[in-house]
């Protein structure tokens, strides 16, 4: 018997955001091996038959290693069974899923990649705003804070120069630091009244999000996990009514 290792994205939480792919799989799969930030919402639509295992990595504290993840996708594939590595957001942006294809490729397991919506876009809809607008922002950047510590300033793509015209909307996942973060911003060149969106549990019940400025951003109340942050002109446009509190000036530049 040869079993089969399906890495899928639950989407940022709201289960109505699963793809028919994802949910298709998960409702077949015999071991759902999932991270923390996995909904329970979502884990409710695995088969009642499955095995259902906790393998979240979250903030320092880990309940099994990547590489015993990777043993427990391939052991149980080996034995047959068909695995959902179910991962929140797209198993492709920050979720390890390359040490986790070249874990299966090298034990000779049949694998299939089912996308996910990342975080970041369900973050974005639920506020209203276009990450890319051709007036302000023509290119977006993804990058995670748990790396941004200690990198020098021209780590960070520098603001227009001349503060007009199209710049990059910056998505932070996981930003542990902020007042790090909107220190280096400042140094790269990016402006105190650039807008920024911070947001905690994106498209669920919780999801809160605060709506304020680079010069501010220090001052916005630590969040829960999971959270991001997402920085640039494009971000002015966030709606107010429907999802943030806001700590911004009288007025946008």
């Known amino acids: 018997m040869k079993g089969k ?138 990058t995670t804070g748990h790396h941004c510590g200690g990198k020098n300033a021209d780590a960070w793509p520098a603001a227009n120069p001349r503060g007009t015209g199209s710049s990059a909307t910056i998505v932070v996942y996981m930003p542990t630091d902020i007042a790090s973060i909107a220190e280096q911003l400042s140094t790269a060149g990016w402006k105190g009244e650039t807008p920024c969106l911070l947001v905690s549990n994106a498209s669920t019940a919780h999801e809160t999000a605060f709506l304020t400025t680079l010069a501010e951003l220090p001052q916005v109340p630590q969040l829960p996990s999971p959270k991001l942050l997402i920085v640039g002109m494009a971000v002015k446009a966030a709606s107010l009514k429907r999802m943030c509190h806001s700590l911004i000036p009288t007025a946008w530049p």
Request: aromatic share 6%; proline share 4%.
């Open 5 to 142: 290792v399906y890495l899928v994205g639950a989407g940022p939480g709201d289960p109505e955001l699963l793809t028919l792919r994802a949910l298709r799989v998960l409702e077949s799969a015999d071991v759902v091996l999932h991270d923390d930030l996995v909904t329970s919402a979502i884990l409710d639509r695995a088969s009642p038959a499955a095995q259902v295992i906790n393998v979240g990595k979250r903030c320092g504290r880990k309940t099994f290693s990547q590489e015993g993840i990777n043993q427990l996708m391939v052991s149980y594939a080996s034995d047959g069974y068909t695995v959902v590595r179910l991962q929140g957001g797209d198993p492709l942006i920050f979720g390890r899923a390359g040490e986790e294809i070249t874990a299966l490729r090298d034990a000779g397991v049949e694998f299939e990649i089912v996308p996910g919506v990342t975080s970041v876009l369900g973050a974005a809809a639920a506020a209203q705003v276009s990450l890319t607008d051709r007036r302000v922002a023509s290119s977006v950047i993804f």
